[in-house]
């Protein structure tokens, strides 16, 4: 049971996802839901990209007592980036075009459902993966500051598809311009190779998937071994550069059996650095949203956030 939580600020994005001609309905029934909880939730809509990041950091300021955030992955994100370090709880209700924090931690995805399961969460610290670029040897460059990330990060065919996206079409149709990029990059991408450097593990690869959940998005689980509530990534990484042997992937992934194919290598790490091999333009993604370009460096950091968790949740 969350005890000593009396206040709450409920971040939400009023036009992420499906669903968004209903999104302040839904809304105002889980604030409903909270106050016969002994929870006062104030709204807190965002109006920009990056306004959740600074909604969440006031509230920390402001000593809030309970940070909830309704939307998808990119919205979690922003709102992590401003919680990252505090005391200060982050709940999930949700939304958006996926949201695989609430598949990891079962959460429905119904608002008031989700909102009802609230009062009788407990809270766990956990860590967080951060990613920031790296220096031309490979080491971490905190002069450009870090972004820290809940989920998953990538380099190579997942961060091209996310430069691919299209604002329009994502916004009309959701997780679909997610497969339409993915078709188009499938024949379009030249699958350029990557050094991934980690103490326990060196590899050549054209993919890479630094997992702290299971789930990765859509029904795909990539990064089968990992574990939100560890302090370690899982790292899953693809080395061929034959496109038919990523189509020939599909089946596996979809059926659950990636570990079956040729060249698919996985293991754990709290660090490591990805670097173009040939100078190549490779970019990343963190939670489904793009973060920049290669060389990165992307590591563990222990006791970030504390998390509300629904007492059904597998930990």
């Known amino acids: ?11 939400y994005n009023p036009a992420s996802g499906r669903r968004r001609h209903r999104r302040f309905a839904e809304v105002e029934e889980a604030v409903r839901i909270l106050q016969s909880a002994g929870i006062a939730a104030e709204l807190a809509p965002t109006d920009r990209r990056g306004a959740a990041t600074t909604i969440a950091r006031q509230a920390v ?4 007592d309970l940070v909830i955030v309704c939307g998808g992955d990119g919205t979690i994100n922003e709102v992590v980036n401003g919680l990252a370090g505090s005391r200060v709880p982050l709940a999930i209700l949700p939304a958006g075009t996926a949201n695989i924090l609430a598949k990891e931690l079962g959460i429905p995805w119904d608002i008031p459902a989700a909102a009802r399961l609230i009062s009788g969460s407990t809270t766990h610290r956990i860590a967080l993966g951060s990613v920031m670029n ?4 490979g080491d971490a460059d905190p002069a450009h500051g870090c972004r820290y990330f809940m989920s998953v990060a990538g380099a190579g065919p997942d961060g091209e598809i996310v430069h691919a996206i299209n604002p329009e079409l994502k916004d009309q149709t959701g997780v679909f311009a997610y497969w339409a990029a993915g078709a188009r990059q499938l024949f379009q991408y030249r699958f350029p190779a990557m050094d991934i450097t980690s103490v326990e593990n060196r590899r050549n690869a054209t993919l890479l998937v630094v997992g702290r959940t299971v789930n990765y998005g859509g029904p795909f689980k990539i990064t089968t071994g990992a574990n939100l509530f560890d302090n370690e990534f899982e790292i899953v990484a693809f080395d061929t550069q034959n496109r038919w042997r990523y189509v020939g992937a599909l089946l596996p992934l979809w059926l659950g059996r990636l570990r079956s194919v040729r060249g698919i290598h996985a293991w754990k790490t709290r660090e490591l650095t990805c670097a173009a091999a040939n100078g190549s333009t490779i970019y990343a993604q963190v939670d489904g949203e793009l973060c920049g370009t ?18 059904t949740a597998n930990k």
């Open 294 to 311: 290669l060389p990165l460096h992307f590591r563990v950091v222990p006791d970030a956030l504390t998390l509300v968790v629904p007492a």
């Open 1 to 11: 049971m969350l005890e000593n939580i009396h206040t709450a600020l409920l971040i």
């Open 134 to 137: 790296a220096s031309a040897d």
């Open 61 to 64: 300021v402001n000593n809030t």
